[in-house]
Structure formats: structure tokens, C-alpha cells
């Protein structure tokens, strides 16, 4: 009898319970509850860029890990999750590799379920493969490579690839579909013949490591992100040194790409630190984003492919002559006044010289977004928050220093960039076509280039920035100095090559104040009227909207990457209508704070169908026992 005069409480009970039960798991956070996620997961959509175990290049051997020995006749395998077949090393199960050895002709081969997590040691490895990757990854959620500690590397790759190899897209010494870190203090070096040296179709993270990389076209090409802190990284390649289809950061660590013909490509650029020097023969840094040109190989639009001139003597010429100079310590931020000789100064590629008037074809066709109807297309840009960034081009003539098809912001950091004052060379270009602006709040700019092209800073700058286009070409190895009013140097520096237009800024350089610039025998003085100071002609100024600077730009960008809000903002439309958008943002703010059926996790529903089936159960358990 008790249990029927208390069964609509009972049953009350349970429905509410399983009411609360989803609304819980589906908003645990609001409610203490703290959700366990593994941020090396493909499927991770958190905002880290390293996880743990991208850090951890000194992972500790367990009880399961797998000893190997690779030699000519297959090799040795002490433990589970690996087999030989056909002569190469097959890692079929998630867990841990230690590998030492040597294989002649033969690969490395990772092959398992798409939620293993695999750890692999090399521990002196040499490893060439004639026809194929070296170590190609076909299948697994995240690999960890880690360089041991005291050991020397070597992976090699043929100059052409077999069937099966091509039929998977695969491009380089390293290829991996799936996520891949390389980690440790050990070094890496890898030789390509065939394309590039490290070929990720997912996200490739470097948080260690003695790395060198030598390939025909890209030294390190990923679909995804590419990240970077801790190594030591060389690169020479025939095309981009590194390249990215989407995002491209760096936190610290050094890379140097004494030959390539760009350095970094990315839609965006995102350097916090390290100590990075490019000698390009195109672009130092290109953000590509929005171009009308595919991203590829090549990405964006760059200037002559290797291929179509004398790579190896482009190669070789900035190579022995830039790079040397580059580690003799002559590029320190100030610089003694010693100037090369005449015999310094570099001849110029012939079909180089071809190329001078693409730089106006850029602007007009290479750098329109691809439709500005589309709201939701990421933003490119360059953003350079800290660490040193030196750029050097002694043979390009239609280059760019910093390119970006958007904005550039520059909030820290070291910057010193040295193009040939001739041609369209242009030390620092920006998206202004298309309402792109370089807007400078800190750190320290030098930017050597042609005049012709070049560019002003924006004046959202809180930092005082100058464009200062002079009378003469100054030859290469012409010290530049700023001096205050009472004579006292500012900034100073020596560029390497011949020079028109000189962009800088420090955070010495103070609105109202009267300064001296002195190249050579030329002097002149410039008194700064704001924090945007532009000085001589530049043919920036007339690609303005109807030739006026402070007109408004189309697609204007604040201090980004740009941040919503704002009320009673105004948008107009291509027939010229305005609407106010602080509405839509509401509403779309108001959206996003509702959970999409898209964003739930699929043990949500679980838990959903659990809820479901315990309320039909209670409801069965009601109805029987009222009868």
C-alpha cells in the first residue's frame, strides 16, 4: 500500500531528475562541474597551442614500450604494436617506440586506428627510402616524434616517388595525414629530392629539436596550423621555406632560411618571439589570405618560381654571401659605420629584372579578396608582438619584406628588413586596395626597400611610425642613423643592400619632436606632427579612395584581429544603404551563447538517450502500478 500512495512522487521525482540530468552535463561548467577533455584530440577545438605532451620531449619508458632495432635485414622488435613487412617498420598500435638503427632502402611506417595516440623515440636513426617518405604516417589520432637527447638523425628521400605513394598525395621526407609533433633536444637532419622535406595534411607542431632541412620546393608544407617554440630550426628551400594554408605561429626558438623564395606563408602570420632570419629571393613573410590565386604549392602570388630562373645560383649567392654575414654578427640593431665595398655589392638575375612592373598587376588583380559578401572569411594578417625578425633580399626586384594581402600589426619585437632600393621593391606592403593598414604599437621597426611601392603607416599607430622616401638611392652598406635634437643617436642600422625609402619606428620617438636622419653625406631633419609621419612621394598615397588618405577605407580594421561591439554601428551595402548592425551583433552574440545541436558532444547524447530511456521506464513503472 505504500508504494501506491507515494507513486506520484516517486514518479515526479524521477522526471525531474531526468529533466536536470542533460541540462547538467550540457552546462556543467555553470555548475562547478569540470569536463575532462584531451587536448591532443583531432576533434580539440580548444585555443591551446602546445598541449603537454608537445612539450614533453623527455617522455619516461613504461612497462609497454616497444624497443626497435631497424637494420638492412628488417631488424629486431622487442614488445607489441610493431611488425616488418616487405622491409619497412609497420606501427600498427597506440603506445610507445624507441627506435635506433639503420635502413638503407626502406620507410617507417605508422598505420592505426584514428584515436591512437603514438610516441616514437628515435634514438640514431638513419633512414632512406628511395620511393616514398621516410616516415610516413597513414592513420592515427596524434604522433609524437622525439629527437633523443645526445643522438644525430637522418632521413632521406628519392627524387621520385612510387605509384602508390603519389596516388596518396604523398610530398615529403616526413608525410603525415594525421596530427604530428616533433619534440626533444636531439637533432634532425632531412634530405629531400623529391619535394618537401616535412609534408602534414593536418596540424604539425616543432617544440624541440636540432632540425635541418634541405628540399627542391617547400622545406615544411602544412594543410593546417604550424607551431612553433624551443628549436632550432634551418631551412633551405627551392620555394616557401615554410609554408601554411591556414594559420602560422611562432612563439620562440630560432629558424634561419639563408635560400628560399619565400620565407613564411600563411593566411595568417603570428610571430610572439624567437630569432628568425630569412634570405628570400621573393617575399621574407607573405599572408595570402583572400588572393584570387590558390594557395598550392606555391600559395598566394609570388615572384619568379625557381624553376623559370637559375635557382642553384640564387640558392647559392644568398647562401654563402647573406647567410656568412648573417652569422658574423652583423646585423646587430646598431651597427658600426663600416660600409662594404663596391665589390659588394651583388649583380642582379636577368630574369629577375623581368619582373618589375608585376608589382602594380599585384595590386590591381594578385591581392582582391575573394568576395566581401562573405562575412565569415578569416582575416589575413602579419602580427609581430616580439622576438628578432631580420629579412634580406639582395636579389629581388619585384619583392616585399613584410607582405599582406590584409593588415600587418606590429606590437613588439626587433624588426630589420633590407631590400635593393630599385625596381617595386617594397620593404613593408600591405592589403590598402582592398582596406588593409600596418597599424604600429610598439616595438622596433628598420625597413630598407624601394620607394617606388612603398607604403605608410597607419594612423591608428599609437607608436610613433615614419615612411621616409629619399631623394637618392643610398648604395648597399650605407649606415642610417636617427639623431634627437641634441645630436644623440636613436636608432641605427646598416643594411645590406642598397636602399630609396627607409620605414621605422621606436618606442623612443615622441609626437612634436624634431629628429635628424643621417645616411652618408645626406642629412636632413623631420619633426614628427603625429604618430602616422609620411615623407616624400609614394605611390601608395594616389591608390588611395579618390586620391584622399583620410578618406574612409572599405573593410576598415581596428587594432585586431578585430573584436565585434559597438553601438549603433553602420553598415552599407553595395547599392550605398545603411542598416544598423548593432542589432544583427546581438542577435548573433545572443546566438552563439545558446548551444548548437552541431556542438554537442556525442556522450551527450548518450547521456540524453540513458535520460530518455529511464523517464520512458518511469512512466511504464507508473502506469503498471496504478493498475
Known amino acids: 500500500?505504500?508504494?501506491?500512495?507515494?507513486?506520484?512522487?516517486?514518479?515526479?521525482?524521477?522526471?525531474?531528475?531526468?529533466?536536470?540530468?542533460?541540462?547538467?552535463?550540457?552546462?556543467?561548467?555553470?555548475?562547478?562541474?569540470?569536463?575532462?577533455?584531451?587536448?591532443?584530440?583531432?576533434?580539440?577545438?580548444?585555443?591551446?597551442?602546445?598541449?603537454?605532451?608537445?612539450?614533453?620531449?623527455?617522455?619516461?619508458?613504461?612497462?609497454?614500450?616497444?624497443?626497435?632495432?631497424?637494420?638492412?635485414?628488417?631488424?629486431?622488435?622487442?614488445?607489441?604494436?610493431?611488425?616488418?613487412?616487405?622491409?619497412?617498420?609497420?606501427?600498427?598500435?597506440?603506445?610507445?617506440?624507441?627506435?635506433?638503427?639503420?635502413?638503407?632502402?626502406?620507410?617507417?611506417?605508422?598505420?592505426?586506428?584514428?584515436?591512437?595516440?603514438?610516441?616514437?623515440r628515435l634514438n640514431g636513426v638513419t633512414v632512406n627510402c628511395s620511393d616514398d617518405a621516410a616516415i610516413r604516417v597513414n592513420q592515427a589520432d596524434k604522433v609524437f616524434l622525439t629527437l633523443a637527447e645526445g643522438t644525430e638523425n637522418v632521413l632521406t628521400s628519392g627524387s621520385s616517388y612510387s605509384e602508390d605513394a603519389l596516388s596518396d598525395n604523398t610530398g615529403g621526407t616526413i608525410f603525415s595525414h594525421d596530427d604530428l609533433t616533433i619534440n626533444g633536444s636531439g637533432s634532425l637532419t632531412i634530405k629531400a629530392e623529391y619535394k618537401f622535406g616535412i609534408d602534414v595534411n593536418d596540424s604539425l607542431v616543432i617544440t624541440g629539436g636540432n632540425i635541418s632541412i634541405t628540399a627542391p620546393k617547400d622545406g615544411i608544407h602544412v594543410n593546417d596550423s604550424f607551431r612553433y617554440a624551443k628549436a632550432a630550426l634551418t631551412i633551405d628551400a627551392g620555394d616557401d621555406g615554410i609554408h601554411s594554408d591556414d594559420e602560422l605561429y611562432i612563439e620562440s626558438g630560432t629558424i634561419l632560411v639563408p635560400s628560399c623564395c619565400e620565407g613564411l606563408e600563411a593566411v595568417t602570420v603570428n610571430i610572439a618571439g624567437g630569432d628568425i632570419t630569412i634570405c628570400p629571393s621573393d617575399d621574407g613573410i607573405n599572408a595570402n589570405g583572400g588572393s584570387s590565386m590558390g594557395f598550392g604549392e606555391m600559395g598566394g602570388?609570388?615572384?619568379?618560381?625557381?624553376?623559370?630562373?637559375?635557382?642553384?645560383?640564387?640558392?647559392e649567392n644568398n647562401s654563402q654571401n647573406t647567410s656568412s654575414q648573417i652569422m658574423k654578427g652583423q646585423n646587430s640593431p646598431t651597427v658600426s659605420s663600416e660600409t662594404k665595398n663596391e665589390s659588394g655589392d651583388k649583380t642582379q638575375n636577368s630574369n629577375l629584372g623581368e619582373q618589375t612592373d608585376s608589382k602594380l598587376q599585384e595590386k590591381d588583380e594578385g591581392k582582391q579578396k575573394a568576395d566581401s559578401s562573405d562575412a565569415e572569411e578569416e582575416e589575413t594578417y602579419i602580427r609581430i608582438s616580439g622576438g628578432t625578425l631580420t629579412i634580406i633580399n639582395e636579389t629581388g626586384q619585384d619583392a616585399d619584406g613584410l607582405d599582406s594581402n590584409g593588415n600587418i600589426y606590429i606590437d613588439g619585437g626587433e624588426i630589420h628588413i633590407s631590400l635593393l632600393g630599385e625596381g617595386s621593391n617594397s620593404a613593408i606592403d600591405y592589403?590598402?586596395?582592398?582596406?588593409?593598414?600596418?597599424?604600429?604599437?610598439?616595438?622596433?621597426?628598420?625597413?630598407?626597400?624601394?620607394?617606388?611601392?612603398?607604403?605608410?603607416?597607419?594612423s591608428k599607430s599609437t607608436q610613433c611610425a615614419v615612411l621616409y622616401n629619399l631623394e637618392e638611392t643610398m648604395p648597399s652598406g650605407t649606415l642610417f642613423r636617427l639623431l634627437d635634437a641634441d645630436g644623440e643617436e636613436i636608432i641605427s642600422y646598416t643594411p645590406e643592400c642598397s636602399y630609396s625609402s627607409v620605414s621605422f619606428s621606436a618606442p623612443e620617438l615622441k609626437v612634436n619632436k624634431t629628429y635628424t636622419i643621417v645616411c652618408s653625406e645626406y642629412s636632413a631633419e623631420l619633426t614628427l606632427d603625429s604618430t602616422a609621419v609620411s615623407e616624400g612621394s609614394?605611390?601608395?598615397?594616389?591608390?588611395?579612395?579618390?586620391?584622399?588618405?583620410?578618406?574612409a577605407k572599405p573593410g576598415e580594421m581596428g587594432q585586431a584581429p578585430p573584436k565585434k561591439g559597438g553601438q549603433g554601428m553602420m553598415s552599407q551595402d553595395s547599392s550605398g544603404n545603411t542598416e544598423d548592425i548593432s542589432s544583427q551583433e546581438n542577435e548573433e552574440k545572443t546566438s552563439k551563447d545558446l548551444v548548437s545541436l552541431s556542438e554537442i558532444n556525442k556522450n551527450v547524447w548518450i547521456l540524453l538517450g540513458a535520460s530518455f530511456m529511464i523517464l520512458i521506464s518511469g512512466i511504464l513503472f507508473a502506469v503498471k502500478y496504478r493498475k
Open 431 to 458: 592589403g590598402s586596395e582592398n582596406g588593409g593598414e600596418c597599424i604600429v604599437t610598439g616595438g622596433t621597426v628598420l625597413a630598407f626597400g624601394g620607394s617606388g611601392m612603398a607604403e605608410e603607416f597607419s
Open 301 to 315: 602570388q609570388p615572384g619568379p618560381h625557381p624553376d623559370q630562373m637559375n635557382s642553384e645560383s640564387i640558392r
Open 1 to 120: 500500500m505504500s508504494t501506491h500512495k507515494n507513486i506520484d512522487k516517486i514518479c515526479i521525482v524521477v522526471l525531474v531528475l531526468t529533466l536536470l540530468a542533460p541540462l547538467a552535463f550540457m552546462n556543467g561548467e555553470k555548475f562547478g562541474i569540470k569536463a575532462i577533455t584531451d587536448e591532443d584530440a583531432e576533434s580539440y577545438q580548444g585555443s591551446t597551442y602546445f598541449t603537454a605532451n608537445d612539450l614533453d620531449g623527455d617522455w619516461t619508458d613504461n612497462a609497454y614500450t616497444t624497443y626497435i632495432t631497424l637494420s638492412d635485414n628488417e631488424g629486431e622488435i622487442k614488445g607489441n604494436g610493431a611488425y616488418f613487412l616487405n622491409g619497412d617498420l609497420v606501427i600498427s598500435n597506440g603506445g610507445w617506440y624507441v627506435i635506433s638503427g639503420t635502413k638503407k632502402d626502406g620507410k617507417i611506417i605508422v598505420d592505426a586506428s584514428d584515436s591512437s595516440k603514438i610516441w616514437i
Open 538 to 551: 609614394t605611390v601608395n598615397e594616389g591608390m588611395m579612395q579618390n586620391g584622399d588618405k583620410n578618406a
